[in-house]
């Protein structure tokens, strides 16, 4: 009897459970949909989400673009009392503040920017019960005065945005983000945490455990395919024409083009600038001032595309970035990743590009080699240049290759929005010129570099390869009808395809691996792939988002239409456009053309407040554009 009672109770208990946590889900989707204008969640966000619902804590390893902010700020908005979200930069913080007020969700921040009085008019805010989510400055922790205010609070639970900076492994380590842990430990009742980064390496997480106490945390990576971008490898050695042509092709596009140093972010610059284009440039050697101002005109749609190196990176939150240029090939995958990752974060289409040549491979070896870095270090960073000089020679998809690389296993081997898989390229082989060039390599002991080796080839006949006599080698002349040109840049493709080696130091000298001596026996074939590159022709110039294919032809000028509106709307408000809203919507709306206020209001992404503020001027603007 007393069994069956103790039976009746867990059976009921978990009933009682299950309707519970059916109830908080209907609650989240209502809030989802009256304040974000989503009718679901995404498959990613799902449990996050219930968990921190259900008070547990959270680590979420989520890319780029997944949403995560939507993780956390949806469990505040349905839990009673404060979430307190740490986030490592102003603009960051002012980002997200903004695009939630303008949602109507109360948030607020806390950073060195506030005075004495705005402080005290948030604080008053906050403790009145008037504020869901407080944005904080880790380094606010610092002052005793401060985390006794924060003691205070009704905090309901404490969210580490951009959690991989407290770890020394991460790309953005911030001391002051390792007073977190200490600070939650100090609290009178420990809150439920959440962490959330795009950084997925173990060190990276296990230090997110350690640091903030999150051993027993529920962790949920999802994968890291964005399958809104498409990867290409474009290997030209004209680079500065490609550019020119596709930013000028992408008239109406925001693109981020990456450089590896900072004369080439001014050269790439100032050929945009002559070429009519409105860009701005950002590197180090720019005063803050300076690249303060580039950014918030960049972020404004002042400027069409920055030109960079990878100082200007976090803090980028926009939204609308169309196309990630790579002037030239970064050190590794984990940098290209990231840095080409800040393209298509509101999950419209958008490109990622790299431009690859050879002497890129050398620039990276000797900063490599003549670093500071301990012997094995340099050795793991050797590895990891090499496969990204694979990346740039993988004939197979280039997503499969870079999920692979990153840990993830993948069902699928094409993706059809890769360079290789929508086959930009024909497969050429290369065998007979291979065999000529290590035949002279062998034939001259490997005493020599690339200029050497090309003139034996083609056949010069100049005073030292007379005086030593290697217009005597059977391979001399071999290959006198390729241009010189060409030859180097076959020799730098078997270096970094590795069937040659080249020493490092001032010059370089090439010997041959293993894999040249199978060619040279005949067991193996050298096949290179030739790109079509395309300098895009200027009578196909297509001119928005709207030449993706995202809306429907004719929808082009009516997006470009909206664009403007968004802008100018985004002028008079103080708001970054994209917080207005992001260019998902206004791809919506230009192939939908709502009439109506309800029409309007069923668009993805339009929550209740944006409509009342905004729905009748869009609505306007699209009439207008009728006429
Ligand atoms: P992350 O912080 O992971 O880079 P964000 O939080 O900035 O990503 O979200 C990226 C984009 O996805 C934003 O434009 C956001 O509005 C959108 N988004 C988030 N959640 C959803 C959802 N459930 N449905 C549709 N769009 C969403």
Request: aromatic letters at 8%; glycine letters at 8%; one cysteine or more.
């Amino acid at each position: 009897m007393e069994q069956q009672q103790t039976t009746k109770n867990v059976v009921g208990t978990q009933r009682d459970g299950a309707n519970q946590q059916a109830q908080m889900k209907q609650h989240a989707l209502r809030m989802l949909e009256t304040y974000f204008g989503y009718t679901s969640f995404r498959p990613a966000q799902e449990a996050p989400v219930a968990s921190l619902l259900r008070n547990e804590d959270v680590i979420g390893i989520m890319p780029t673009g997944a949403g995560k902010s939507i993780c956390f700020q949806i469990p505040a908005l349905c839990k009673p009392g404060l979430t307190i979200v740490f986030s490592p930069l102003i603009s960051l913080m002012k980002d997200q503040v903004d695009g939630l007020l303008v949602q109507n969700i109360p948030a607020a921040l806390i950073n060195s920017t506030l005075t004495q009085a705005e402080f005290n008019k948030t604080m008053y805010e906050v403790r009145s019960g008037k504020i869901k989510l407080l944005y904080i400055a880790p380094e606010r922790l610092g002052s005793n005065f401060f985390c006794n205010v924060l003691r205070a609070l009704p905090i309901a639970q404490v969210i580490v945005d951009e959690a991989h900076c407290i770890s020394e492994w991460g790309h953005d380590f911030r001391p002051s983000y390792q007073l977190i842990g200490e600070w939650l430990n100090s609290l009178p009742k420990r809150p439920i945490v959440g962490a959330f980064t795009a950084t997925a390496t173990k060190y990276v997480e296990n230090d997110i455990k350690k640091l903030l106490g999150l051993d027993n945390a529920n962790v949920y990576v999802t994968g890291f395919d964005r399958s809104n971008l498409s990867f290409s490898v474009i290997r030209t050695p004209k680079r500065m024409d490609y550019v020119v042509h596709y930013v000028r092709q992408h008239a109406n596009e925001n693109g981020i083009i990456y450089c590896a140093t900072r004369k080439d972010v001014d050269r790439v610059y100032e050929n945009l600038t002559r070429a009519g284009i409105k860009v701005g440039h950002y590197h180090g050697g720019l005063s803050d001032e300076v690249r303060r101002e580039m950014q918030n005109a960049y972020a404004d749609d002042k400027l069409q595309v920055m030109v960079a190196t990878n100082a200007f990176g976090m803090g980028i939150d926009k939204s609308n970035v169309r196309y990630v240029l790579h002037y030239q090939m970064p050190r590794n995958m984990e940098s290209y990743y990231q840095e080409a990752g800040r393209a298509g974060r509101d999950g419209a289409p958008a490109e990622c590009i790299l431009l690859y040549s050879g002497q890129d491979v050398q620039v990276h070896k000797y900063l490599i080699e003549q670093s500071i870095e301990t012997p094995e270090r340099q050795e793991v960073e050797l590895r990891k240049l090499q496969s990204m000089i694979d990346y740039c020679f993988c004939s197979n998809c280039l997503r499969k290759y870079m999920l692979n690389y990153f840990g993830e296993s993948t069902v699928w081997t094409t993706c059809d929005n890769c360079s290789s898989c929508k086959g930009s390229g024909d497969k050429v082989n290369v065998t007979k010129e291979a065999k000529a060039i290590f035949r002279a390599i062998m034939g001259t002991d490997e005493r020599y570099g690339a200029s050497m080796i090309t003139s034996i080839v083609r056949g010069d006949r100049t005073d030292r390869i007379m005086w030593a006599g290697h217009d005597a080698l059977p391979v001399f002349g071999l290959l006198s009808n390729v241009d010189e040109k060409s030859i180097k840049g076959l020799i730098q493709q078997f270096v970094a395809s590795g069937y040659l080696r080249s020493s490092s130091g001032k010059y370089p000298v090439l010997s041959l691996t293993a894999g040249a001596e199978e060619v040279l026996a005949g067991h193996k074939e050298v096949e290179e792939i030739r790109q079509h590159v395309s300098v895009p022709s200027r009578t196909s110039r297509s001119t928005s988002t709207t030449s993706r294919g995202k809306a429907s032809s004719g929808a082009g000028g009516l997006f470009e239409h909206l664009r403007q509106h968004r802008k100018r709307l985004a002028e008079e408000a103080g708001l970054r456009p994209y917080l207005i809203f992001p260019d998902t919507v206004l791809i919506d709306l230009a192939n939908l053309r709502p009439t109506t206020l309800g029409e309007f209001g069923n668009v993805k992404g339009v929550g209740e407040a944006k409509l009342k503020k905004y729905g009748l001027s869009f609505l306007q603007a699209i009439t207008e554009y009728k006429r």
